[in-house]
């Protein structure tokens, strides 16, 4: 690792705090990248050239061309010379703070190797979810494979969901605290942020939990559809979809919202299977007469009774039957223009 003017600067003024001598941080060719002598920064210290020759500290104890007295150490990081510090002064005196001086500079180089490794995780891990949010592709060998070293199990369902705010980036600390550990997330851009929501029992919770945050303006919920970026999709055309019928509502939901969105795609197929579930159930329940009397009689229960000559529990019951068969309840609005497309095309 080598040893940055900015990092070295900030050994020098760390350790000035505490110690009433000049330091100086020389980098691993001797030359003088931090100082409390700011004129003294980018020349060649002999001592220091002399120290990482030897890989020990050395002292200066005459004063020569351009050298003053002082100690020179090595900074040594798994045997590798990165750098010296080097305190100014009578080595007699300055010669106790050396190895505290050095310890320290050790100690911030590795941390600051770490904080470096870190986010460049943190950046490859972005990469990898950004080309998972968009890959239309099947999965191969090579991304099942990446995917692991990420601590993503693409043989799980996953669900996407955006989240749009006004600033997505200082809402990020509190969204990871709102979020499982196996729940990774994406920041589009300051608005935009994608879960990557692992399919579990108690997703139906953490929506609403997201749902109750004021920094979170809408929210579009995909399915568990492979490959992901289809999840993502239908997440964002539930949005797109359901501000344009729903502009008060908050959380956008695919499923909800799949009718309408199939209507933009001329996607008839899936509303015509829905008649033909009623069909199927037999003639005796009668339940595709029902469904269109009761909308002939705009859905009011009573009119419909008489008009079936039936009785409204028996109404009620065929009405159930719809629900059950069609997941589609006549009752909800939403639903029964649905039922009534599908009589449409069927």
Request: proline share 2%; no cysteine.
């Amino acid at each position: 690792m080598k040893l940055s003017k900015n990092l070295a600067q900030k050994i020098v003024k760390e350790m000035m705090k505490v110690i009433p001598y000049n330091v100086n941080v020389m980098n691993e060719k001797g030359m003088i990248i931090g100082s409390g002598d700011r004129n003294r920064i980018g020349k060649i210290h002999e001592g220091a050239v002399k120290a990482i020759e030897k890989k020990q500290m050395i002292e200066v104890h005459k004063l020569g061309k351009g050298a003053k007295l002082g100690v020179n150490e090595p900074i040594l990081i798994n045997g590798e010379v990165v750098g010296v510090v080097g305190l100014t002064g009578d080595p007699e005196e300055v010669r106790p703070f050396s190895k505290l001086v050095r310890v320290t500079a050790a100690l911030l180089i590795e941390q600051a190797k770490r904080l470096k490794q870190d986010q460049e995780k943190e950046k490859q891990m972005e990469e990898f979810l950004y080309e998972l949010a968009y890959r239309k592709k099947e999965y191969d060998k090579e991304f099942y494979s990446l995917s692991s070293n990420y601590g993503v199990n693409l043989d799980n369902n996953y669900q996407g969901i955006i989240l749009i705010g006004e600033n997505m980036e200082n809402f990020e600390k509190t969204l990871k605290k709102l979020l499982p550990m196996s729940t990774h997330f994406l920041r589009l851009d300051a608005q935009r942020v994608v879960l990557f929501l692992e399919e579990n029992k108690k997703n139906h919770m953490l929506i609403q939990l997201l749902e109750d945050q004021e920094e979170i303006k809408k929210m579009g919920v995909g399915d568990f559809s492979k490959p992901f970026s289809n999840s993502l999709e239908k997440a964002g055309l539930a949005i797109e979809i359901g501000k344009k019928i729903m502009p008060s509502k908050k959380v956008y939901t695919y499923k909800e919202l799949e009718f309408f969105i199939g209507l933009t795609h001329e996607n008839k197929n899936k509303r015509i299977h829905l008649i033909k579930s009623l069909e199927r159930a037999g003639e005796k329940l009668e339940l595709i007469k029902t469904l269109q009397t009761y909308i002939e009689a705009n859905g009011e229960m009573n009119e419909t009774a008489k008009h079936l000559n039936i009785h409204r529990n028996t109404l009620n019951y065929r009405l159930e039957k719809i629900y059950e068969l069609t997941e589609k309840h006549p009752k909800n609005l939403l639903d029964l223009v649905e039922l009534l497309s599908g009589i449409v095309w069927n």
